[in-house]
């Protein structure tokens, strides 16, 4: 069980992981708007030591919820 911080508190995540720098390139925003996305809750991610790291799944989801919301 690996504890993500953000959307969906604790729960089981697999990989792969993505690096902030490889989350911003694939949103192409710059990797502080990727911090603040995980510092504000709206990216579930991981802590490795100092290392921050996004499971694809939860940028995904991420996406998808972004996509509904425009939807509205």
């Given at each position: ?44 991610h ?12 939860d ?14």
């Amino acid at each position: 069980m690996v504890q993500a911080e953000g959307v969906g508190s604790t729960r089981a995540t697999v990989g792969p992981f993505l690096t902030v720098r490889e989350v911003a390139a694939r949103l192409r925003v710059s990797t502080s708007t990727v911090y603040d996305l995980c510092e504000a809750g709206g990216l579930a991610h991981v802590r490795v030591s100092n290392a921050i790291r996004v499971a694809e799944a939860d940028l995904t989801a991420l996406l998808l919820r972004q996509r509904r919301k425009g939807k509205r």
